[in-house]
């Protein structure tokens, strides 16, 4: 069962907006809302008075267009040449990244210009091309010049302000618009990383921006409940490869979860389970709906019992640390199978 708590995700809204103070604070919705149901956090997001959604694909943009009537809808990943009349229609604003999207365009548009990450945005010749050429951008409508940080997560890495810097530049070169830099931990970089818009995804959703403490609230709780209760041997094997060998005469819950479920498979997955405030360890391979904890020290676990996967006894971001992952990855594989269940907000 998965818990999305709506009213966690916009009080979480709320805490980033009082840390940007000047400017304004969107919210990243793509990859539903980072696996918690855009169609959900969209419009507890809007109620809370959020007026900037940004998603990573046009598929996602027209899904929720009439989610979030009246406010920017963007799309980070570009223009593709052949949408551009479905991004006119349904009022979508494509994050235009190149001299050749540009050159596609008319209408309102934000510019990504590329400061390190390499990724997409407009490389330092392009820059160079368009403030030689500023009648390129005849017809569009600048909404926002935006960059996005390579490392905001490490504040102590020098390219972070090198990238400010950089972007300072580029919109000194640039037709005079509204900027946007910081993504969630860019909000916690301090005053040099606020601008007219911040992009925060992954703090809405409760992933610690990069602190030693956790700031944002919890919003999700995933468990799952234990199907049968097994006692082996000394010696025997439990699941699929005989993957793990009890050591000891050994109590076994086998819980309806699998990597179907987004569970990592990984056999580096050091997972636990919180019980009744105690964890137990996850032993055996991870099968596609199943999944065994060794409950021997648990003797109160029940068949019918729920185990905590993620939740207050079991940090997202520690879920993340021992699956060798983070907690984007986590949150993003979460499978369709569980019954779902929001916390209004
Ligand atoms: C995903 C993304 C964000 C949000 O990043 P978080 O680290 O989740 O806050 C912001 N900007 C761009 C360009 C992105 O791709």
């Known amino acids: 069962m998965l818990e999305v708590d709506l009213g966690a995700i916009a009080g979480n809204w709320r805490t980033l907006r009082g840390l940007h103070p000047a400017g304004s604070v969107a919210a990243v919705l793509k990859a ?4 918690l149901g ?26 929720l267009r009439p989610v979030v009537p009246g406010a920017m809808l963007a799309v980070l990943n570009g223009l593709w040449p052949s949408d551009a009349p ?7 604003v494509p994050v235009l990244g190149s001299l050749a999207e540009i050159a596609e365009w008319t209408g309102p548009a934000l510019l ?12 330092p010749a392009e820059l160079d091309r368009l403030a030689d050429e500023p009648g390129l951008l005849r017809g569009i409508d600048l909404l926002f010049v935006m960059t996005h940080l390579v490392s905001a997560e490490l504040p102590d890495d020098p390219l972070n302000a090198t990238q400010a810097r950089r972007f300072a530049g580029a919109c000194a070169r640039l037709p005079p618009a509204p900027r946007s830099l910081a993504n969630s931990s860019g909000i916690f970089l301090g005053p040099g990383f606020r601008s007219d818009l911040a992009r925060p995804g992954a703090a809405l959703y409760g992933i610690n921006p990069g602190l030693a403490c956790n700031p944002m609230q919890d919003v999700v709780r995933l468990r ?29 819950a086998v819980v309806s979860v699998g990597y179907a479920d987004g ?35 648990a003797p109160a676990v029940q068949v019918g019992d729920w185990l905590e996967l993620i939740g207050p006894g079991m940090p997202l971001d520690q879920v993340a640390a021992r699956a060798g ?17 929001y916390r209004p907000a």
């Not at 956090?41 to 959604?53: D, E, K, N, T, W």
């Open 32 to 35: 539903d809302a980072y696996g």
């Open 38 to 63: 855009a169609d959900r956090v969209a419009p507890a997001l809007l109620a809370a008075g959020c007026r900037h959604f940004f998603v990573a694909h046009l598929e996602e943009a027209l899904a």
């Open 86 to 92: 479905l991004y006119a229609e349904h009022g979508i």
């Open 112 to 123: 990504h210009v590329d400061t390190g990450m390499n990724r997409l945005g407009l490389s």
């Open 224 to 252: 799952a409940r234990v199907l049968q209760l097994r006692d082996v041997q000394a010696g025997e094997t439990v699941g699929y490869d005989g993957a793990w060998t009890a050591a000891r005469p050994s109590r076994i």
């Open 263 to 297: 569970f990592p498979r990984s056999p580096t997955n050091q997972a636990a389970a919180c019980f009744d405030g105690g964890l137990v360890p996850l032993v055996g391979r991870v099968s596609m709906d199943l999944t065994t904890f060794d409950v021997t020290d």
């Open 325 to 341: 992952t983070n907690g984007y990855e986590i949150l993003t594989s979460l499978g369709r199978r569980y019954r779902r269940v």
